[in-house]
Structure formats: structure tokens, C-alpha cells
């Protein structure tokens, strides 16, 4: 039956859409030959001469849902197994995980990250040591259990961030900052927030890599598909001075949606398993900080649920206008604030409009939109911010998906298909 708002909300017509394919180039390396890419990339990097019998040798992992991350752990593991080293893995997220050691080892568990698929142990405490002091002065800390390591590999995917833009933003730079810092160093290298963070990425990483035995770097790259495009090994000191150029790499293989503005985007799912901040705002232009800026242009957001590799951290929902109950209900902020008080931008968890169902949370952002024109507000539909190859466009683009190349039409007009509770029957499986 519903109350006031959605009485107010009833009559309020969601437009008519078409399933879309967007073209994206898609050259990448097979799972099956990414161990063996993998072993060429270290062998031209000299790396198993750094390796000798016996050392205990730490393996970076992160939060991030990488395509193949664990196949490619699970090769560096054998790598540094086949040496005769003791390799383990040392999770490394900062404060995810709820800021816990059972936390952190959860959301690895959640990216098929475990001991038994990686072949090694997984250490997971929070515990930190004093890595000394950045060349500003400001002390910088690192994992206990990397510290103790004969040598680390610091492993990471390299991309653009969704908060700020530097010469480093997301990878192994980061990884060393704040990745292997735990809560305790992430929260010093946010103190100064997102306008500072490129210079101090620069700054915390470098202490970490002088303090720690880091080996080398393994950089990831994926393309507008996930796919993994790229493995690159980078010696200690080749790190912090070509990482860069494969940032910019990586930010030329990012995927966009191929119409520039909206009034209202729907994202069906957001996650931790799909961006830091819930969804990657360089596609959908959801930005919370002042400090980045790119992708879609929007009035209004209706996100509608929540992943459950985020294990309940709803960190991402401060980017839309609208959402569910039942977003709301898997939200857990215990598992959630610990990340953004650490990072300090807390505006990615405000509370958006709770609504009863799916289509009243669309309803109300059609329904709040101004300027739209006669033919009314535009809708763009995606699963989530990392599978944008199959979207949903509303009527009115029409003429754009016919003169747009990259865009490929797949069905006929059609009405969004929500059940008889209001929810979307399709909800997340857009390209599927």
C-alpha cells in the first residue's frame, strides 16, 4: 500500500529503455597464459636473483576485486617457492576489513583470496611499526608482519583514483602508503585529506620502500572489460619513477559511458569489490571530493543495493540521492565508518533517501529532476561501475545510440521490469 511518499510518487512514469552495447577494445592476456606472462615479466627483471633459500618473503594483497588476483598470487607464491623461500601472504588494505585482522582476512576470503587458494599462509594482524619519519617530518608506519619479512613483493593494480589525481593514485605507491600501513598509517597519510594526498602518497610510499625490503613491484593494468591487459615488474627503484607512466596507461584503457550526460543514473549494485568508494566514480562522475573530476554527468543517483563481497560496508552510498530498504538493511556501520573516519571523507556515507523499493527510489530522483525539457528526464541504467559493456538508455537517446559508433542497440523500447513488490527482476544481471 505504501504511505505519503509513495502516494506522491505513484503517477510519478519511469521513460521506456533500450539494452545497449557499448564497444570497447578488449585485447588482454588469457588466464591461461598469465602464470607463464607473469614468469617472462620476472625473469626479464632479474627477479629471482633477489631471492635466496630460506628467506621469508611477504606478498602484498589488497581489497580490490582484480580480475585473476588470485591466480596471480597464487603464480608468485610458486615463483618464490620454486626458490626454495617461505612466501605468505600479508593483507593489505589499510582500514578495510572493519579496521580487524579477522576483517581484512574476511574480504580476502570474499576475492577467493585464502590460504588454500594461494598455496601460503596469510598473516593478517593489524599491528604496525614505526617506519621513520617522511621528509616532512611526519611519522609513517608499516605492517609488523612485512617489517619482519626477508623481502616484499608489493603487488597491486594500477589505476586512477576516485578522489584526487597525482602522478601515483591507486597502486603500488599507494599500496606501500597506505595499503601496508594498516589503519594506524592510513590514518596519518589521510590527516592532511585528498588535496594533499597526491603529494603524500609520494612521500609516505618512499619512507615505506626505504624502510622495507622490498624486492620488487608487480603492477597490474586491466582493460574497459576487467580483463587483466598488462603485468609489468618493476625493480625497488624503478617504482616510484615509472609507475606514473603506467598510470597513465591504465587511465587510457578506462572504460565511459559513451553519452556524457543524464539526468538520473540507476546503479543497480555498489561495492567495495568494485571501487574503493563503492563505485568508481571516473565512470560514473559520482566524485565526493572536489580534488578529481571526469565521467558522467548527472542530476540524481539511485544506487539499489549492496554487493556482498563489501561484507556490509555501504562506504559509496554518500554518492547518490536514493536508495533502498534494502540497501539500507545490509549496511553494517561498524563495518563501514572505520574507512572513511580513516580516509576522512565521511561524505561518502551520508544517507541518502531511503525508499521502499527499487522503482520508488528511481521515481524520486525522475521526480526531484529539473530542466529536463519536454520530453522529460533522461535515465541511464548500469549493473555496476565495473561492467558497463551492456547499459540501459531511456527513449530519448535514441537519435545518439544511431549516430554513436561505439554504441550498438539490442533490444526494442521496453519498460524497466519491476515485479509486483516494486523491484527490479533484473536487478545486476544488465549484461548478463
Known sequence: MGGVVSGLLREVPVPKVVRVRQRFPDDHIPAERLPEHILEQLARAGAAEKIRPGMKIAITAGSRGIQNIPLILRTLVAFVRSLGAEPFLVAAMGSHGGATAQGQREVLAGLGITEESAGCPIRSSMEVVSAGRNAEGAEVFMSRDAAQADGVIVCNRVKAHTCFRGPCESGLMKMMAIGLGKQAGADHCHREGFQNMAKNIQLFGSTVLNALPVLFGVGILENAFDHTAEVVVLDREEIPKKEPEYLAKAMALLPRIYVPECEVLVVDTIGKNFSGGGMDAN???????????????????????????????????????ATTRRFFEKMDFEQTYPNVITSTVIENVRIPMVLRNDREAIQVCLRTCTGAGPQGPRLVRISNSMEIEHIYLSEQYLPQIEECPYLERESELMDLPFDGEGNLTDLGRIGK
Open 283 to 321: 565512470i560514473t562522475g559520482t566524485f565526493v571530493t572536489p580534488y578529481a573530476s571526469g565521467g558522467l554527468r548527472s542530476q540524481r543517483v539511485a544506487m539499489l543495493d549492496l554487493s556482498p563481497e563489501s561484507h556490509s560496508n555501504g562506504t559509496g552510498c554518500g554518492m547518490a540521492h
